[in-house]
C-alpha cells in the first residue's frame, strides 16, 4: 500500500473522502442468493415466458404496483427483491407507457442489490417494432445508472422459439447474487429445446474444465468457483508461475498444466493431459492474458506481438486443435468455450491499443466461431471485464485506480469470483442457448457499457 493510498484510507483520511463525495460504495450480495424481497412480475402484452421460468425456478411472485398518474405515486409496502418485466408481448410506441408506470414504483421501492430484468424478444417485425426493441436498450442502460444501493438491471432478449427451459439459467444467474457486478446489459437467449429443468447447485458434476492463467488473479477464482460447481479443473499457467498453479490446482482438487500457451504445441499438450484423465473435455475457458501498455507513439513491434500472441492468438490456435474431431482429448460435442476480452478493448483505452486489439479480437472470435460450432452443440462466448481488484490492477498508481474502480454505476471495482460466477453460468449445461455473446462484467462501466 503507498503512504498516498494508506492516508486515504485512514480515518481523518475516510473523513476527507466522504466530504468530497467519496462514500463509502453500497455492499453487494453475491453467490447462489437470491434476493430478500418479494420477486413481483409484470407482464406488458400477451408473454408469459418469464412467468412460466420463475415457476421452474420454484420463486413465487407477486403483483405489480402501477403508477396510475395520481397521487402521491403508489409505492410497495415492503421493499421488493426484483422486477420481472415480461415484455414479450410489447410491440408499440404507446405501451411503453405501461412500463414506464410498472418501472416507476419498482426503482423506488427495490431492495439494496435488487434486481430490474426486463425480459423481451429480439429486435424484429415492423419498423415501430424494431425501434420499440432499441426503447427497451435505452431504458435499461438508464435505470442501471439511477439505481442505488447495488442493484442491478438486465435486459434479456430471448428467442420467439425459447421455453422456460433455455431461460431458466441466465434468469436464475440474474436474479441470483452470482451476477452481483453485472448491470446494465443485454444478451440474447436462443432457443435450444432445453429440458425443462430448474437450477442445480453442482451443474459441472464431473466435468473437466482447462482453466488458463490459473496460478492468481481472475483465473485462480475461476478455477475456485467452477470447482465449487462440481468441475475437475485443469489449471494451466507458465512454468514461472508452478509453485502457485499447483496450490490452486491442489486447493480445488484438480491438476495442474505447466504450459506456455504461446508454444506452438499448446493444444496438443492440454488435449494429451487431458486425454491421461480418462475424462471428455467439457470446457475451456481461456484466461491468461497480458498488458504491455504504451502510447501507439512508442509501441514496438515486440509489445504488440506479445499481447496479441497470448491474448488472441494462442487461443484460437488451442481451439483449432481442440475442436479437431481427431484430437484425442479435444472438445466434446456439447462442450464449451470462453474467452476473456475486456471494457477496455471494447471501448479503446489510451495507452493500450495493442491490449485493445487482442480484447476486441477475442469478441470478434467468439462472434465468429458461435454459428458454425452450432451444429456441435458447442457455444461459444465472452466475458469483457471492467475494473477487478486483481494484482493486475493492483499496480495501477492508487489516485487513478481510484478513480477507475469508482467508474461504473455500482461505484467499486468487482472481484474475481464476479467474473468467475459469469463464466460458471455460461459453463452451465442449461445455458445451451446462449452462444456468440460478450458479456460484460463491468457494473455498468462509464466506459464502453
Ligand atoms: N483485472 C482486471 O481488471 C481485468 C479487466 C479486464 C480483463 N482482464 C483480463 O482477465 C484475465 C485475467 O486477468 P488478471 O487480472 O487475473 O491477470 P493476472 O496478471 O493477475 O493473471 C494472469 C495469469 O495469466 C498467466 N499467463 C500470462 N501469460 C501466459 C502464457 N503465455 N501462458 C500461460 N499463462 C500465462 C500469468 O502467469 C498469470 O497467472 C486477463 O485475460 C486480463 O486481460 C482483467
Known amino acids: 500500500m503507498s503512504a498516498l493510498e494508506k492516508a486515504f484510507t485512514s480515518k481523518p483520511g475516510k473523513a476527507i ?3 468530497a463525495g467519496l462514500k463509502d460504495p453500497p455492499r453487494l450480495r453475491r453467490g ?28 413465487s411472485v407477486e403483483s405489480p404496483v402501477v403508477d396510475d398518474g395520481g397521487e402521491p405515486t403508489p409505492g410497495y409496502g415492503a421493499r421488493i427483491g426484483a422486477l420481472v418485466v415480461d415484455v414479450t408481448g410489447l410491440t408499440t410506441i404507446p405501451q411503453l407507457e405501461e412500463l414506464r408506470a410498472v418501472l416507476r414504483p419498482a426503482v423506488k421501492g427495490i431492495e439494496r442489490a435488487g434486481r430490474i430484468v426486463i425480459v423481451a424478444h429480439p429486435s424484429a417485425g415492423d419498423w415501430e417494432q424494431r425501434s420499440v426493441a432499441r426503447a427497451l436498450d435505452g431504458i435499461n442502460r438508464t435505470i442501471g445508472k439511477e439505481l442505488r444501493g447495488g442493484a442491478t438491471t438486465t435486459l434479456l432478449h430471448v428467442a420467439q422459439e425459447a421455453t422456460p427451459g433455455d431461460l431458466v439459467s441466465t434468469l436464475g444467474f440474474v436474479l441470483q447474487g452470482r451476477s452481483a457486478f453485472v448491470d446494465g446489459q443485454a444478451w440474447t437467449v436462443a432457443a435450444a429445446e432445453q429440458p425443462a429443468e430448474t437450477l442445480q447447485e453442482r451443474p459441472l458434476e464431473d466435468r473437466v474444465v482447462v482453466v488458463t492463467g490459473a496460478a492468481r488473479g481472475i483465473g485462480a477464482a475461476i478455477a475456485r468457483t467452477l470447482a465449487r460447481d462440481g468441475a475437475r479443473i485443469v489449471a494451466v499457467d507458465i512454468p514461472p508461475a508452478g509453485e502457485a498453479l499447483a496450490q490452486v490446482a491442489n486447493e480445488v482438487g484438480g491438476t495442474a498444466l505447466q504450459l506456455d500457451i504461446t508454444a506452438a504445441d499448446a493444444g496438443a499438450a492440454i488435449a494429451a493431459h487431458v486425454a491421461r484423465s480418462g475424462r471428455p473435455l467439457y470446457a475451456v475457458v481461456h484466461n491468461a492474458g497480458i498488458t504491455r501498455d504504451k502510447m501507439l507513439a512508442n509501441t514496438d513491434a515486440s509489445r504488440w506481438a506479445s499481447v496479441l500472441d497470448v491474448n488472441l492468438a494462442a487461443q484460437m490456435r488451442i481451439n483449432e486443435v481442440l475442436l479437431d474431431p481427431a484430437t484425442e482429448g479435444g472438445l466434446a460435442d456439447g462442450g464449451r468455450l470462453v474467452g476473456i476480452a475486456s471494457t477496455s478493448g471494447l471501448a479503446g483505452n489510451k495507452g493500450q491499443t ?4 487482442s480484447k476486441a479480437g477475442v469478441a470478434g472470435l467468439v462472434e465468429a466461431m458461435a454459428p458454425d460450432l452450432a451444429e456441435r452443440s458447442v457455444t461459444v462466448n465472452a466475458v469483457a471485464p471492467g475494473f477487478i481488484e486483481t494484482e493486475m490492477t493492483g499496480r495501477i498508481p492508487f489516485v487513478q485506480r481510484e478513480i477507475f474502480r469508482r467508474s461504473n454505476s455500482l461505484s467499486q471495482g ?11 453460468y455460461l459453463l452451465d449445461p442449461r445455458s445451451q442457448g446462449v452462444t456468440g455473446q460478450v458479456i460484460r462484467v463491468c457494473g455498468q462501466n462509464l466506459v464502453g457499457a
Not at 495493442?354 to 486489439?357: G, I, L, R, T
Not at 468487482?414 to 460458471?424: C, H, L, N, S
Open 354 to 357: 495493442n491490449y485493445a486489439a
Open 414 to 424: 468487482g472481484r474475481p469470483e464476479d467474473v468467475a460466477e459469469t463464466i460458471g
Open 17 to 19: 473522502a466522504a466530504k
Open 32 to 59: 447462489r442468493t437470491w434476493p430478500e424481497g418479494a420477486i413481483v412480475l409484470a407482464e406488458i402484452g400477451d408473454g408469459s415466458l418469464a412467468r412460466r421460468t420463475l415457476t421452474l425456478l420454484g420463486r
